[in-house]
């Protein structure tokens, strides 16, 4: 499979592997594939169920689709880079592959196992299944869009209309090849073992992003033993591309 994840790869060096958010694409690492393929072998990719990558397939995971990815590139260990579901998928794949990890970048932090409670995106995702029962699939991207990207504490427009059109547009653009939904695959509960998460890790967090992404990034930052979390102020759930040059900063500080 992993040869058959679309993927970029550009530069030479300590490989960094970037994996992007459930329900977009690669291309939210622009700003930090130009950036760090100066002095790096940077790779990211589609997901599977995700962008140009094959849809899901009965017992697929996205943490062994990383590994066959990165046999296929021959990579024997990288530094993940991972926002949202990247980061869940991290997360699995430092379980199951410690050895293979050089380092943890969690952004914006999901864990596979995680049960959501904040009542913003509860809501969010009855608004949104509303909108599907009803075939209103403008209503069900907006309802992503206020998820994912505004977050419970901004209204729509006070969000970078450039950061949301972006965003707007790995939406749409994942519905025209076929793909719906967040496919999660099979995972590893991460939620229960975080002590086991051996890597030197950093997690970064928005401030303005929910409850329980904060609460996740919290029990990455008190249970993995060689774990550190920065947030960054004024930012939501998307921050690498609503704060590029400050997630940059971060980035090259954990590479040093």
């Known amino acids: 499979m992993g040869e058959q994840l679309c993927h970029d790869e550009r530069g030479h060096g300590r490989p960094l592997v970037f994996l992007h958010p459930g329900g977009f694409g690669r ?22 169920g995700h962008g140009d990558s094959p849809g899901p397939a009965p017992g697929f995971s996205h943490h062994d689709d990383l590994r066959q990815l990165l046999d296929a590139l021959g990579i024997d260990r ?3 880079v991972g926002s949202s579901l990247g980061s869940r998928t991290a997360a699995d794949f430092a379980l199951s592959h410690p050895d293979r990890v050089e380092g943890l970048v969690l952004a914006s ?10 009542p913003f995106t509860l809501e969010q995702r009855r608004l949104a299944a ?6 209103d699939f403008t209503q069900v991207f ?21 950061v949301r059109a972006l965003f707007g547009r790995l939406l749409a653009d994942n519905a025209r090849k076929g793909h719906g939904g967040f496919p999660l695959g099979d995972e590893l509960n991460a939620v229960t073992r975080v002590p086991e998460i051996r890597a030197r890790t950093l997690v970064v967090t928005g401030t303005l992003d929910t409850t329980d992404i904060h609460g996740i990034a919290d029990l990455i930052a008190r249970e993995a033993p ?3 979390q920065v947030a960054i102020e004024g930012a939501g759930h998307q ?11 971060l980035l090259d500080e ?3």
């Open 239 to 249: 921050v690498n591309v609503e704060q590029p040059a400050r997630f940059g900063e």
């Open 226 to 228: 060689h774990a550190r």
């Open 78 to 80: 990288a530094v993940l």
């Open 27 to 48: 291309q939210v690492w622009d700003e930090q594939m130009t950036r760090f393929a100066a002095h790096h072998r940077v790779v990211r990719y589609d997901a599977r």
């Open 254 to 256: 954990f590479l040093a």
């Open 142 to 162: 907006e309802c992503v869009l206020r998820m994912l990207v505004d977050g419970p504490h901004r209204t729509p427009e006070q969000v970078d209309p450039a």
């Open 109 to 118: 932090p999901g864990l596979s196992g995680m049960v959501e409670r904040d």
């Open 130 to 135: 509303e909108a599907i029962a009803r075939k």
